[in-house]
């Protein structure tokens, strides 16, 4: 994976540098390129990077105009801005920007955007020398029917808090599809006004979310970006995809029971059920 820096002042591209060095210690599979003008920057990005911090006020061609050239080149780039100051905020978003990192930053502010990249990256997925019968088999064992559980190796993921299995259960349900956090928080809970007193309890499961699926080396089953959230289907075997997609098996499990400690889920249970019924 290419990871490009741009910015003109040597500090801050150094810090930027060594500050990636640490997120990524241990990856030999990440390259960091710096560049301290465009035309260095323009350049690198002919490697097509997957990631791109650029600073916003670099002299001659500044941080917008330089994404802008090399989206061109890299469309799915994740581009990530850095400046000291919020007055390109505007403008630098209208570019559907990865992300934004205000000087002076800390590495827990750079950990934050790489975790929300708006492009999710193939190459930490799959591995060009994994064998294809690994590459086929799936990170975690969903059950839908009945209650929902997740099965990691056939046992049971444990999951530190009880919100944090209920957003994932809600993510399954889209079948891919994204969901923002006032849409996932509007299902779990009732009120307006709880919804908007939970707001920092949400980034809490959130993150709680995501340490469970790092323990069991899935962290790539959760997709987030700007509040956006989504499960990758492809790295989940679950008997509700099968059962949407005919599997005779899958059909015959459904006994009429659909995440069933969820109540938001009755609706799905009941289009499932009729369709049952139907058949």
Known sequence: ?????????QAALRKMERTLKKIYAGRNDV???????YIDALAC???KPSIAFLDVEMPEMNGIELAQRLLKVNPKMNVIFVTAYDDFAREAYSLHASGYVTKPFMLEDVEAELENLRFPLEEDIVASDTPDDAKDKKKLRVQCFGNFEVFSDEKPLHFQRRGAKE?????VSLKGASASRLEIST?????SEEIEQKKDY???LIAA???TLKKYGAEEVLITSRDSFAVNVKELDCDYYKYMEGDASAQNQYLGLFMQQYPWAEEINALLTG???ES
């Open 167 to 171: 957003i994932l259960a809600y993510l």
């Open 31 to 37: 390259t960091i390129l710096c560049a301290d003008n």
């Open 187 to 191: 299902a779990m809970w009732e009120t």
């Open 202 to 204: 949400f980034r809490i």
């Open 45 to 47: 990005g002919r490697g």
């Open 275 to 277: 369709q049952l019924l």
């Open 1 to 9: 994976m290419l990871i490009l820096v741009a910015d003109d002042e």
């Open 209 to 211: 979310l995501r340490q």
